[in-house]
């Protein structure tokens, strides 16, 4: 199956610093997706982005699909940000019109963000 | 902005009792997953649904789980006889287009404690 490796797999900062998180996967994909776990434990959705670039406040995100990797970047880090963002990716079979959809899941980055 | 519910957030169980996680859906998606996560751990596949049948499961999708769309809105993961791995969270996942834009949608997830 498809592989997913994030770097670094922990990154400690000071609020207000920058940070650029990596994504590389083994094998085209169809769908990328970014998320961050807070300390509850929800998987909140910050980016669908196979490819391209997009911008949300202080995040961005930027896939480069033909070679195989996605970055996150966080600007001006907050506490808040803490917690584990995960990348997760999925290649969809066209068999017989049904998309399977299976996401597999990298490592995650464990991001803590001091005062 | 339409949403994935679960319930119960947290499920504590006698090991060997049977557990049905729920899960509702956001209401126009077509395609359902369940994913489970062990502490600590990645988030993994477990099984996705589509027009009331399995597409894909994975290795970890035994005759121990069974999944079910027994009404028009709900989507139930069963675990017959839980073990003490069984401990995990457990999220629900929904997406509403064919191939292209395949955005999943997460719950808040279950935490089931297998004592």
């Known amino acids: 199956g498809i592989q997913v490796e994030q770097s670094p797999p922990d990154l400690i900062l000071q609020e207000g610093a920058n940070s650029t998180l990596r994504c590389n996967f083994s094998d085209s994909v169809n769908n990328l997706q970014w998320f961050h776990q807070n300390p509850w434990g929800q998987l909140i959705n910050l980016f669908y982005?196979?490819?391209g670039t997009k911008q949300n406040g202080r995040l961005s995100a930027t896939t480069v699909a033909t070679e195989r990797y996605s970055l996150l970047y966080i600007s001006s880090s907050q506490t808040t940000d803490s917690g584990v963002y995960f990348c997760?990716?999925?290649?969809?079979?066209?068999?017989?019109?049904?998309?399977?959809?299976?996401?597999?899941f990298g490592q995650g980055t464990i991001l803590t963000v001091h005062p | 902005e339409p949403e994935v519910t679960q319930t119960p957030s947290h499920q504590v169980t006698q090991m060997g009792q049977e557990v049905i996680l729920r899960c509702v859906p956001i209401s126009n998606h077509l395609y359902f997953y369940w994913y489970r996560q062990i502490l600590g751990q990645k988030v993994e596949f477990l099984v996705s649904?589509?027009?009331?049948?399995?597409?894909?499961k994975s290795e970890i999708f035994d005759d121990q789980f069974s999944v079910e769309r027994p009404d028009g809105s709900n989507f139930t993961l069963k675990i017959r006889s839980t073990k003490l791995e069984d401990s995990a969270m457990y999220f629900c996942a929904s997406s509403g287009q064919f191939l292209a834009k395949n955005i999943q949608y997460f719950g808040a997830g279950t935490r089931l404690s297998v004592l």
């Open positions: 649904f589509y027009n009331n049948e399995i597409s894909e």
């Open positions: 982005i196979p490819s």
């Open positions: 997760a990716v999925d290649r969809i079979f066209n068999a017989g019109g049904t998309s399977y959809g299976k996401l597999t």
